[in-house]
């Protein structure tokens, strides 16, 4: 599915104006790179039909990053005409996503607006960034980087005690040494009792059965998965 233009502040150019005449404070605004109908790919949600919406910036450089194209440009968007776009697509559930989409602050305001539009909402966040004010109801994708990424000293372990039974904690890992690094995190926070642990190779840097064979012979409390819609669509964009 190609990525469709985004107009030039979106749904906001009229509205604020009316706004600043009649003496109104700005609408709440964001600055989105896509958004777009997939399959999810990854995490609990995996196989579902998914509106994703990409929040533009991110204060992190992880050495394997795949969404760089988010990092810079992106145009604004009222919350109002987000909520638009995603309802003409007809899907139950929606992930926010970046870049680092909490690195805007007004991720919060549109996570809570999508969970009271009756959406399913989960939030991949790099873990780099406080979560402790997330809507209650959003199931948060925690990224915990190990050092193959480049950003380990990012890790915010504080977060770790926001994690409810329906989140997930994610370690993405490039090779064995990262993998001993997650193994010994989970053990240490117990967090294969506190919810959903996912392991991902780093496609192009750890083969995939060596990871499972790892899992496996270590019998860990953990699930292993690939990412779905690059098995489906490789590197093509809008996936
Ligand atoms: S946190 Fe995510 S978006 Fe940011 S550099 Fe790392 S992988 Fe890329």
């Not at 233009?5 to 600055?31: F, V, W």
């Not at 995490?43 to 509106?51: L, Q, S």
């Not at 990409?54 to 204060?59: A, K, N, S, V, Y």
């Amino acid at each position: 599915m190609p990525i469709r233009p985004l107009p030039r502040e979106h749904g906001d150019i009229a509205t604020s104006n009316a706004a600043l005449i009649a003496g109104k404070p700005r609408p709440e605004r964001l600055r989105i790179t896509e958004i777009f109908h997939s399959i999810q790919g990854e995490a609990d949600a995996a196989g579902w039909p998914t509106v994703f919406v990409r929040l533009t910036g991110c204060p992190l450089r992880c050495t394997w990053c795949d969404t760089a194209y988010a990092f810079h440009g992106g145009t604004w968007w009222t919350i109002d005409a987000i909520l638009a776009d995603v309802a003409r697509h007809g899907a139950r559930h929606i992930c926010v996503t970046g870049g680092e989409p909490l690195a805007q602050k007004r991720c919060l305001m549109l996570l809570t607006r999508l969970c009271d539009a009756g959406y399913e909402v989960s939030l991949e966040t790099s873990g780099a960034i406080d979560v402790g004010a997330v809507d209650a109801r959003v199931r948060k994708v925690l990224d915990l980087k190990a050092p193959g990424s480049g950003e380990d000293a990012r890790n915010r372990w504080d977060n770790l005690r926001f994690l409810s039974p329906s989140d997930q904690v994610k370690f993405v890992l490039a090779g064995r040494a990262d993998y001993e690094w997650a193994r010994d995190v989970v053990g240490r926070h117990r967090l294969g009792q506190r919810c959903m642990v996912l392991f991902s190779p780093v496609h192009g840097s750890l083969d995939p059965r060596d990871l499972a064979e790892w899992i496996l012979a270590d019998r860990l409390p953990v699930r292993f998965q690939l990412q779905l819609h690059k098995i489906l669509w490789g590197e093509e964009s809008g996936h």
